[in-house]
Structures are given as C-alpha cells and as structure tokens.
C-alpha cells in the first residue's frame, strides 16, 4: 500500500509546473555547464578507496659517457712494440638511474542531500492555485544541487565566497534567537563586499568563518547557517542569517568580525581540530599551484618537490590585461613547460579591460571611422562574445567569462584532448533514477528499497511523520591530468 501511494505521489512531481511561474534565481555559470560539466565521466581507474591514480615519470633513466671514436689510446713509448693504455668502460650498475615514478592519487568527493515535502503540501498542490508545488521543489532543489558543484569549481581550500563586513563605521549585528541581522557600514550601506553577490543565495547553507590569515575561528562548529533575507546585487546593506544552533549566533553576534560566508562543508578542516574533512569536489585552483599539496585534503603530492611536473606559473598583482602582455605571460610558461594553456577563464570587467587595450597603442580608441561624403555614418558599438579570440603561436585560446570566479583573477589552463576529467565511481547497483533537471549520477536511496525516489519520513524517536523524502548521494571529482597552468590575480578591471 506504501509503495502504491508513493507511486501516485511521484506522478505528481512530473506534471509541468502551472504558466506563470517564473524562476528569478541567478542561473548556472555558463562557463562551468560549457568547459567542466559537458566532459565526459571516468567510471574506472578508481581503487577501493574511491581514490583516482595517476602514474608519472619523475626522470629520465640510464646514463651517458663521452668516448674516442678512435678508440683507446695506445702506448707507444716501450719500443716497437704497442700496448692498449685501458680499454673503454661503460657507466657501471651503480652510474646508471633508473626511471623514476611517482604516484598520484585524488580522492573522490562525496555530497549527501534530501528532498523533502509533507501531505499538507501535496494537498495544496491539487487545488492548482500557486502551481505545482512539488515539481517546483524539484527544479529547485536541482538547481542547488547544479549552483553548489558550480561553485566548488571556483574554490581553493580557504574556499571564501562572500566578505561579510561588519567592522565598519555603523556596521552592526543584531541578534533575535537564532537569526543574526548584519548591517553594512553607513559610509558605503554595504554589508557584502566582493562583488560577487549572486554566487550566494536564500536557503544556501554555509559556514562562517573569521576573515583573518589563517581563518582560525569558525563560528558555525555546532552547525550551518542560512541566508534568509533578500540581497540588493547592487548595494546589498544588510543581511539576515539563520544559524542552525543558537550558541553559534550568540559567539558570532559576541564576536563581531569581519567573516567569510563559505560553502557548507567546503574547507578541507572545517575546525580547527581537523575534524569534518571536507566533502565538496575540487576545484581548478586545487591543482593550478606554486607551493603546497595538489588538490589540498583530497590529495598527496607536494608542488614543490615535484615542481617541475606540477608548479604552475602564478602571478599577482599583474595589473592591466593587454595582448602584449598576456603574450610575454604566455612565452614564459611554454618556453618553462613546454605547452600553452588552450582554455582561459576571467572575469567580465577583465574582458572589457583587454578589448579596451585593443589598439591603445596607435590610438585612443579601437574605433576608426572611414568617412563616406555621400551618406550618413552607421555604427554599432560593443562586442559579441563569438567575436573576441586569442590566438598564441597558432593557436586559439578560447576565453571564457564568469561572474563566479574571484574579482580581478584570469586562469589559464589545459582542457582539451580528454586532460580534464570528472570522475565518479561505479553507483550502487538499484539506485538509478531519471529525474528532470538532475544530474544522472545521483545515487537514489529511495529507488534502492523501492520503486521511485521517495520513501516515508521518519521522525528522530522512530515514529512515523505526514512527510515524504528523498535522500540522495553525489560522488564526482573534478581533475586534470596536466595540472600546470597559469593563475592571475590583481588584474584590472573595468
């Protein structure tokens, strides 16, 4: 009878949802859907520990001596007759090294999530007035599931996402039991300060942490907070957040500090005991680095011993973008490595800055008019995307814009001929699900023990709850095999 219910239930979840519904969230970033999520998935080379090798060659092997090529020597000073002096010898045993191999493993991510919806809901949805309820929990638990892999794409492992500025002239925090409403500075009526506002969104869960070096002090260790108001993209001045423990509200609002908004679960060390190891599949930044671990928690290998296999080229405070430029930056890293990035990633302001720079040095301007005398001028102003290109010693570098990645950054990296992959280990057998707007990797708890993605809740103490839920798993690694590339920050914008 159970199943026969939560199989009527689950048609209603696939009904279009009624005309008038509009979604206004921030869609996905387009340059993850175009370069990261359209690769294809590595099911094998994984090791029972949900861990992909990578084998490298660390040197060249055997040895070389200079020789005669007349052979050796001769004695010639005891009469007529001739003695060899030594013959020739090559590199012995001990002279000759041998290949070196080193191994390097990363470690797939894990993600765990839930659906869920009660009888008062389902009932609601039949009178057909705001539309169909359910399938709008679908999209968009779907979308958060979509917004939260985009973003892991753009985190490092200190994975800050929003500045929270409550340190200012008249900047506050006000507490009413568990929600924290943080007002911005009165010199600016700004309380998020990047710039990057849409990269965080209402009912997102994540953690707080003190903006400081080290970012030491995390005031969420009991639980998750959750932005619950409103934000102004334009001049976002205040914010309210929902803390899931209210001790966790009460140390922040005490504290006061200038924090990050990050990711639930984001950091490799959530605390700072090294607990709540963290979940969230790596990003580019993982592995385009100088110094450190290649892919942080997730992976073994430090740059700077291998450096010349994996030390990318990293420059800060680069400045203006133009093509001289980027051509002197490009030079340095194929003439030390060997290969050019194919893929670049920056920001729109860093886009209009370089076409900007374009023909700077001839004229002020990259607009050059031929005046015709028998009719008047036409022109159109601006760019269009399919039109800017960069080509290096023959080859197209695509650009790439988001409005996720770090004001004033531009990376550049490898990811054509199959170098960047996702990988996702083999899902349980039973557990897959077709489900619109979800990727297929979701593993389905509900289609393990039974016909569809829902089962009946169940409440904490046992007993049986009016709801209905559907608990998933996502396991998925971003990784490139040719980690080296070029990272730049500080760079202008317009």
Not at 18 to 41: A, C, F, H, W
Not at 231 to 239: E, K, L, R
Not at 324 to 337: G, I, P, R, Y
Not at 399 to 416: D, H, P, Q, V, Y
Request: charged fraction near 20%.
């Amino acid at each position: 009878m159970a199943t026969a219910m939560l199989t009527a239930l689950a048609d209603l979840f696939d009904e279009d949802l009624v005309p008038g519904i509009q979604n206004k969230l921030v869609m996905i970033d387009k340059t993850y859907r175009e370069v990261v999520e359209s690769k294809e998935v590595v099911l094998d080379n994984l090791t029972k520990e949900y861990k992909a090798i990578h084998t490298f060659v660390t040197s060249l092997a055997g040895a070389i001596r200079p020789g005669s090529v007349l052979g050796p020597d001769m004695r010639t000073d005891v009469g007529v007759a001739q003695m060899i002096q030594a013959h020739e010898t090559y590199p012995g045993v001990g002279d000759t090294p041998l290949a070196g191999i080193a191994n390097r493993y990363i470690k797939v991510g894990k993600q765990r999530g839930n659906i869920v919806m009660n009888l008062a809901m389902l009932r609601g949805t039949q009178l057909k007035t705001v539309g169909n309820y359910p399938a709008l929990t679908l999209e968009q638990a779907a979308e958060n599931v979509a917004h939260n892999t985009a973003m892991d794409w753009y985190l490092n492992d200190s994975a800050q996402v929003i500045a929270l500025d409550v340190t200012g002239t008249g900047a506050s925090i006000s507490r009413s039991g568990q929600i924290c409403t943080c007002t911005g500075p009165t010199a600016t009526g700004t309380v998020l300060t990047d710039g990057r506002y849409h990269r965080i969104k209402p009912a997102m869960q994540f953690d707080v942490w003190s903006k400081n070096a080290t970012m030491a002090t995390c005031y969420t260790q009991r639980g998750w907070a959750m932005l619950t108001s409103n934000v102004d993209m334009f001049s976002p001045g205040a914010v309210n957040i929902f803390f899931q423990n209210e001790q966790d509200a009460i140390d922040y609002t005490a504290a006061a500090a200038d924090c990050w908004l990050v990711p639930y679960g984001a950091l490799p060390t959530r605390t700072a005991a090294g607990l709540n190891t963290s979940i969230l599949p790596c990003g580019y930044q993982w592995w385009i680095r100088a110094t450190g671990t290649l892919f942080g928690g997730f992976g073994d290998l430090d740059v700077t011993t291998y450096g010349s296999m994996f030390k990318s080229l990293i420059e800060t405070s680069y400045g203006a973008v133009t093509e001289t430029k980027l051509n002197q930056t490009m030079k340095k890293f194929s003439e030390a490595v060997g290969f050019a990035p194919d893929t670049a990633i920056m920001t729109d302001g860093i886009q209009v800055s370089l076409l900007d720079s374009y023909g700077a040095d001839a004229t002020s301007s990259v607009i050059n008019l031929h005046r015709d005398q028998s009719r008047p001028e036409s022109v159109q102003l601006g760019y269009e995307d399919p039109g800017i290109g960069y080509r290096y010693n023959g080859m197209i570098v695509k650009l790439n814009t988001s409005t996720f990645i770090n004001a004033g950054e531009m990376t550049l990296m490898k990811c054509r001929d199959g170098n960047l992959c996702r990988y996702r280990p083999p899902r349980v057998p039973g557990s897959e699900a077709s489900v619109s707007g979800f990727d297929p990797g979701l593993e389905w708890l509900g289609k393990v023990v039974g016909d569809n993605i829902w089962m009946p809740s169940t409440a904490p103490g046992g007993g049986k709850t009016d709801g209905i839920e559907a608990p998933f798993d996502f396991l998925l690694q971003h990784a490139a095999k040719e980690v080296r590339g070029i990272q730049l920050t500080g760079c202008s914008e317009l």
